[in-house]
């Protein structure tokens, strides 16, 4: 089995195990559970990363160029092995948008809605949820419950910052940073996109009016050949221009 083959074939169970990730720790989030039910739900959150950290071990042995695979992918390297970054672990769920694009087909116009919409939404509920998992507890946070989480997260990935809440935590300030961060890549990633879209229709309408003019120039001297046919049938010099 080669990479491609190894991508297509893990695509599906990795985004239902993405799905699962998400609805275990919004869970526990949400509920805090104890007892039995919080050691299930982190024995699953295990073995889910394990599954994340098979795949990054496969396909690291499967990519051609082994090296530069890895250094392009550090970032996955760092989500899967470093504890600090737990939350982060859930940027796997953007497997979900590469499905969703796949089922929209190739127009980029759709890529550029899929993106913006479900890369967004995606981003916010899970700052808004890490968010809240690290400020609620402190003695000074002013985030104290997810409808807050929600309401700040909004406000920071559109880069309008009220103000009216704000982390206090360490953790809380690297979640900031990182949705903050993330906020304006996704605006320039889909503004790129969009200009990337405008030029594209722009060529190819240049395009279609060249080869729209080209099979008018073929079609009037197909013309010409057929009435300079008919006239030398006649008898009659066809005219010639003056040199």
Known sequence: MNYRQWERATEWPLAASALTFLAIYTWTVLSQPTGTGADVAEYAILAIWALFGIDYLVRLALAELRARWFLLHLHELAIVALPILRPLRLLRLLTLVS???????????????????????????????????AERTAPTGTIKTFPDALWWATATVTTVGYGDFSPSTATGRFISVGLMVAGIALLGVVTATLASWLVQKVAEQDDANHAATQQQVAELTTQIAFLRTELASLGTKPYSPPQ
């Open 99 to 133: 499905l969703l694009q796949r089922s929209i087909g190739g127009a980029l116009r759709g890529r550029v809605v899929t993106y913006a919409v479900a890369g967004t939404l995606l981003l916010v509920f899970i700052a808004s949820l890490a968010m809240f998992d």
